[in-house]
């Protein structure tokens, strides 16, 4: 067995025990993070059976769709400028970053062309940091009303990026809260808006997530190694 499959298993271990730990019952699924790292090693991981992988550029997915093979569940995960939502539309299974409504009107625009329905998260600052993209908590509701008349979009749940912290549990309050949102949203019952999604937790905080409610977490260092952006 590869490193990088060795790698996985562990950090799928982890989930697994949070999971229990937890005492839920619900959905959890690991998504490989892959961005910057070759398609040999999605492939690798492709072998022994991982299906979903996590990419946050529009140009890096389009490369790595075409080489790999078609029953993978590409998750969009970085920001999404509109201009660039038409080339993405066909190939992912989720968009996790929407953050305005210009955005998925857009979505909504490429998806009624093409005749497909869009399964997306609402990107939600929850820390309200500066330096990061996202709506603020008090926003989500009303976005969520807008989004849901539009065609072809389906808001299947919230997504958040939690804040870089030395101590996971630091960042408990904050999956704390993303849930809270979405049982607030989901008890308004808006038609055309599921929150059984809750996309949270990477490297530093995934256990901590899954013990708040995430059902995807998002995690690329502790399995595929540390990023290199100079190449
Ligand atoms: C890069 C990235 C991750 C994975 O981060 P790691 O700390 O390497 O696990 C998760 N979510 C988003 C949105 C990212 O851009």
């Known amino acids: 067995m590869s490193t990088l499959t060795d790698n996985y298993n562990a950090v799928s271990f982890r989930c697994e025990k949070a999971y229990v730990r937890s005492g839920r019952t619900d959905d959890m699924t ?24 996590g990419e946050n550029k ?43 409504l210009r955005l998925a009107e857009e979505i909504s625009r490429e998806a009624v062309k093409k005749d497909l329905t869009v399964d997306i998260l609402l990107e939600v600052n929850v820390a309200g940091e500066e330096s990061k993209f996202g709506i603020r908590p008090e926003e989500a509701q009303e976005l969520a009303e807008r989004i849901a008349a539009l065609p072809g979009i389906r808001i299947r749940g919230l997504m958040t990026i939690a804040p870089f912290v030395e101590d996971a549990e630091d960042n408990r309050k904050y999956f704390a809260k993303l849930k809270q949102l ?16 809750l996309s949270m937790g990477m490297t530093g905080d995934f256990e901590v997530a899954i013990e708040e409610g995430a059902t995807l977490v998002r995690v690329g260092t502790a399995i595929f190694g540390a990023r290199d952006y100079s190449i």
């Not at 070759?38 to 979903?52: H, M, N, W």
């Not at 080339?87 to 992912?92: L, T």
């Not at 979405?182 to 999604?197: A, G, P």
């Open 30 to 53: 690991l998504i490989a993070v892959s961005k910057t790292h070759p398609a040999a090693d999605i492939a690798t991981l492709y072998e022994s059976g991982v299906r979903d992988f």
């Open 58 to 100: 529009v140009q890096e997915l389009v490369d790595k769709y075409e080489q790999l093979p078609k029953d993978i569940r590409w998750h969009l995960i970085g920001h999404l400028q509109r201009n660039k939502v038409k080339y993405i539309i066909d190939k992912v299974c989720l968009i996790h970053s929407v953050d305005s």
């Open 182 to 197: 979405s049982v607030d949203i989901m008890r308004k019952n808006t038609h055309n808006v599921s929150m059984d999604i």
